[in-house]
């Protein structure tokens, strides 16, 4: 398996729902991490686990949370979003700590209403 | 600071021509920097990269040179085809503060039959 896998593909949300989207790698890889994608916009990292720890971009907001049940899984919970939180949320992870290398997912494009 | 610009934004060529898109970054420390490839509605695709103790690689058709004195990296792609359009992110490791990968803008290359 080389791939990196999300889930849902698409998610329409309101401000007050809370929501999680799922990301799954079975390479073996010892990094994770989850981006945003505006359209026509870079990636931007929000989240990184890596040395079985998450360190966060402090750019963002508390709304976003993640969580790393093993280190296959990454999950990003969402709760109280704002409009401007569409966007596409893709994950992605590397083979090792030095951060190189990184694989992306397909991408869950989030439509917060 | 944290920084990487790319130029041009959009790049129009002939099927068969070279492609040149050229990245400057900010961060001296930096010394990992991939390409990405990105298709309209799908995920970014790592198509190469180089490390700061190598000074140019190539991959078939793709090759990138790196400038350490003048912090300037370039991706070339030569005898391009159709399928070459995309938009292209180039990135550099911020080895400074939160480690982490910042992209360049894009480059969206247009390659006509």
């Known amino acids: 398996d080389t791939e990196v896998t999300q889930t849902p593909k698409h998610l329409v949300m309101g401000m007050t729902n809370k929501k999680s989207l799922k990301c799954e790698q079975h390479?073996?890889?010892?990094?994770m991490y989850w981006y945003k994608q505006k359209a026509k916009k870079p990636p931007e990292l929000m989240f990184v686990y890596s040395y079985e720890k998450l360190s966060i971009n402090e750019s963002v907001p508390s709304r976003f949370s993640p969580e790393c049940p093993n280190s296959s899984l990454l999950n990003l919970h969402l709760h109280a979003l704002q409009p401007e939180d569409s966007a596409l949320y893709l994950c992605a992870s590397s083979p090792d700590y030095s951060l190189n290398e990184q694989f992306f997912g397909p991408g869950t494009r989030l439509t917060v209403l | 600071g944290e920084n990487v610009e790319q130029h041009p934004s959009t790049l129009s060529v002939q099927e068969g021509d070279s492609a040149v898109i050229k990245c400057t970054y900010s961060d001296s420390a930096s010394n990992y920097f991939p390409w990405y490839k990105q298709e309209l509605g799908k995920r970014p695709q790592l198509i190469i990269d180089i490390r700061s103790n190598v000074g140019e690689k190539k991959d078939q058709r793709i090759a990138v040179t790196l400038n350490k004195t003048a912090k300037h990296f370039s991706l070339h792609i030569t005898e391009t085809q159709p399928e070459d359009s995309a938009v292209y992110f180039c990135?550099?490791?911020?080895?400074?503060?939160?480690?982490?990968?910042?992209f360049g803008t894009g480059t969206r290359l247009l390659v006509s039959p």
């Open positions: 990135a550099a490791r911020l080895n400074t503060g939160f480690q982490k990968l910042v």
């Open positions: 390479m073996g890889h010892r990094a």
